[in-house]
C-alpha cells in the first residue's frame, strides 16, 4: 500500500522558490532545502526529482506568479505609452525598494548564474524575457498606430531597449544603496519615446 504523502507538495515548491531565489542555485544545497522545507532528502526527490529539476520547476512557479498583469497593464484600451511609461517606473520603484531590492528576480539571477552553461534554466529564462518584451513591443507598435510614437521610431528596437533597461535596473538595484541610480536611469530611457 502506498503512503500519503505527509507534507503539501505546493507548499513545499514555494519554500524552495523562496529559498532559491534568496540564496541562488549553487549555494543551496541539497541539506538546506532538507532543513527550509522540513522535509526528507527522499520525499524531496520522490516528489520533485533532483535539486535541479527542483529548482527548474520553482522557476516555473515563479513565472507563473510574477508580473501576471503585465499583458493587461500594457493592453488597456486608449493611450498606449502611459502604460509603458507606468510599467518601466514600476520595474525602477521596486528595484529602488529596500524591501524587494536585495532579493532581485529570480529569473536575472538565474541569467547571470545558470543560463550560460544550463540550457533548461536558458529557455526558461528566454521565455520568461518573452513574456515582458512581446507586451511591450505590442504596446509600442499601438502607441505608433495611435500617433503616441513617431513614425521613424522602431518599436521592437524600443521594446528590446525597455526590456534590456528593466532587467539592468534589477541587476544594479540589487547591489545599490542608492534609489536615484535606477531612477535616473528608467527617466532617461522614457524620455526617449518622447
Known amino acids: 500500500m502506498a503512503r500519503t504523502k505527509e507534507f503539501d507538495p505546493e507548499?513545499?515548491?514555494q519554500s524552495a522558490l523562496e529559498l532559491f531565489w534568496q540564496?541562488?542555485?549553487e549555494a543551496t544545497s541539497m541539506a538546506d532545502l532538507v532543513d527550509y522545507l522540513g522535509i526528507g532528502r527522499a520525499s524531496i526527490y520522490a516528489t520533485f526529482g533532483s535539486?535541479?529539476?527542483l529548482y527548474l520547476k520553482a522557476m516555473d512557479r515563479?513565472?507563473?506568479t510574477r508580473d501576471p498583469s503585465?499583458?493587461?497593464e500594457l493592453s488597456q484600451p486608449g493611450p498606449a505609452l502611459p502604460a509603458v511609461r507606468a510599467v518601466v517606473r514600476r520595474f525602477a520603484e521596486e528595484a529602488a525598494s529596500p524591501e524587494k531590492r536585495l532579493a532581485g528576480c529570480l529569473v536575472t539571477n538565474t541569467a547571470a548564474e545558470l543560463a550560460p552553461h544550463d540550457p533548461a534554466?536558458?529557455?526558461r529564462v528566454e521565455l520568461s524575457w518573452d513574456h515582458v518584451e512581446t507586451p511591450l513591443c505590442s504596446a509600442l507598435i499601438r502607441a505608433q498606430a495611435q500617433g503616441e510614437l513617431?513614425?521613424?521610431r522602431d518599436p521592437r528596437a524600443l521594446a528590446r531597449m525597455l526590456f534590456v533597461l528593466m532587467q539592468g535596473l534589477r541587476v544594479v538595484?540589487?547591489?545599490s544603496d542608492d534609489p536615484a541610480r535606477v531612477r535616473d536611469a528608467a527617466e532617461q530611457a522614457l524620455a526617449l519615446l518622447d
Open 11 to 13: 507548499a513545499a515548491l
Open 23 to 25: 540564496r541562488g542555485y
Open 51 to 53: 535539486k535541479h529539476e
Open 62 to 64: 515563479y513565472a507563473e
Open 70 to 72: 503585465l499583458l493587461t
Open 121 to 123: 534554466a536558458a529557455r
Open 150 to 152: 513617431s513614425e521613424d
Open 173 to 175: 538595484g540589487k547591489a
